[in-house]
């Protein structure tokens, strides 16, 4: 391999892991969603799954970070994200 084609495979490998952070973030934030409105006791749990849900929600994606490909995010906080789609799912919940 020359040193142009390991420039090349660094910008691919790159390109290739921030997508992956994109698509982790939003696979997250749904799905945490959906673990916090299944477990709100207001949504009434007759039938509802037994619901585990992550040990700790990440505030963003520090541990993920690269200083090229992934930098530290604009302030997105995963937190409330998570929040706001537990939220959305609860307003449009039918009982």
Not at 12 to 38: K, P, R
Not at 54 to 81: I, K, M, N, T, Y
């Amino acid at each position: 391999m020359t040193l142009e084609e390991l420039i090349n495979a660094r910008a691919i490998a790159g390109s290739t892991y921030a997508a992956a952070i994109e698509q982790l973030h939003v696979a997250y934030v749904n799905l945490a969603g959906i673990d916090h409105a299944l477990m709100n006791g207001g949504i009434g749990h007759d039938g509802a799954p037994d619901v585990r849900t992550f040990a700790e929600l990440p505030q963003h994606q520090e541990a993920f970070a690269h200083p090229v490909f992934a930098p530290r995010e604009d302030g997105r906080c995963w937190r409330s994200e998570v929040t706001s789609r537990r939220d959305e799912i609860l307003k449009g919940f039918d009982q």
